[in-house]
């Protein structure tokens, strides 16, 4: 392995794949899915292979903004296109250049940040901002556990809040109503 | 570690992650999806970036970060109002926050 950096962001990458890929997958499946019906095995590998976190960011605002657009497909064929290799090729200017930026400078305390600002953007419902809460805290307390596991069960207590926040808004709107 | 277990891992990772994007994309779309799973799982998004966040800006070292790490705190609280007034502009969240990491310290020196 070639350094302290690479391995500290391979593990990185291994600790949040799993979870942020499952959520990246959703978004633009919910996205897309109308529009991917049309499409060949292959043509869905594709679009599959070369999802990163950004374009999934832009997709899920994109949908938000403009929901039905007939062009979707062109406008995640164009995100691809720019954020795929600038993804790659960053990548690969960190795994050099993690050995020679001071770690004082904390620039790894950018990659939460930048969630911050996705985080932000997604919450759109007092259930969603429940379940970012929960599963939130979540992971805090639940760090210790083994293989990672803190995350996956944080993200499932966040979403059971979520749905117990749903049924909270649903009793109150209509408990006001009548 | 060494160079065949390395690459191991990262075909490893580049199948799994495939996978993981692909089940959704490729498998799921044909099908409607059932009302409660499409609903639960719009709730997964923000609860999987909130935990990535928290985790990432409270964990140091395994630990919970003390006071002694009060600048985390504040470029994360910064960071969250830069997002909120932007509409979460990732550029400037993230401008915001390392501009408050390293500068509140410097400041109150």
């Known amino acids: 392995m070639r350094s302290a950096a690479a391995r500290a962001a391979t593990k990185k990458a291994c600790r949040r794949g799993a979870g942020v890929g499952a959520a990246q997958a959703d978004g633009v499946h919910r996205a897309l899915s109308p529009k991917v019906r049309q499409f060949s095995t292959g043509q869905r590998m594709l679009i599959a292979a070369f999802l990163v976190d950004n374009s999934f960011a832009f997709m899920q605002k994109r949908e938000l903004d403009r929901p039905n657009d007939p062009h979707l497909i062109a406008y995640y064929a164009g995100l691809t296109a720019v954020f795929w290799p600038s993804w790659l090729l960053f990548c690969v200017i960190g795994i050099f250049a993690g050995n020679i930026v001071p770690a004082s400078w904390q620039l790894e305390f950018a990659i939460p940040l930048s969630f911050i600002a996705i985080l932000v953007g997604s919450v759109r419902s007092v259930p969603m901002a429940a379940a970012a809460v929960v599963g939130g805290f979540a992971s805090v307390l639940l760090f210790s556990l083994p293989l990672k596991l803190g995350l996956v069960v944080a993200c499932l207590a966040g979403l059971l809040a979520g749905v117990f926040a749903e049924k909270g808004v649903h009793w109150w709107t209509s408990h006001k109503a009548g | 570690?060494?160079?065949?277990?390395?690459?191991?891992?990262?075909?490893?990772?580049?199948?799994?992650?495939f996978l993981i994007?692909?089940?959704?994309?490729?498998?799921?779309?044909?099908?409607?999806?059932?009302?409660w799973l499409e609903r639960a799982l719009k709730l997964m998004v923000p609860a999987i970036f909130a935990a990535i966040v928290l985790g990432g800006v409270v964990m140091v070292g395994g630990q919970v970060a003390d006071l002694s790490h009060w600048p985390r705190y504040a470029a994360a609280a910064a960071a969250f109002v830069a997002a909120m007034a932007s509409r979460g502009s990732m550029l400037l969240t993230v401008i915001v926050g390392m501009t408050a990491l390293h500068g509140l310290p410097w400041l109150l020196r």
């Open chain 2, 21 to 35: 994007r692909y089940s959704f994309i490729g498998l799921l779309a044909d099908r409607d999806m059932p009302h």
């Open chain 2, 1 to 17: 570690v060494d160079v065949t277990q390395s690459w191991i891992v990262v075909l490893g990772l580049a199948v799994g992650t």
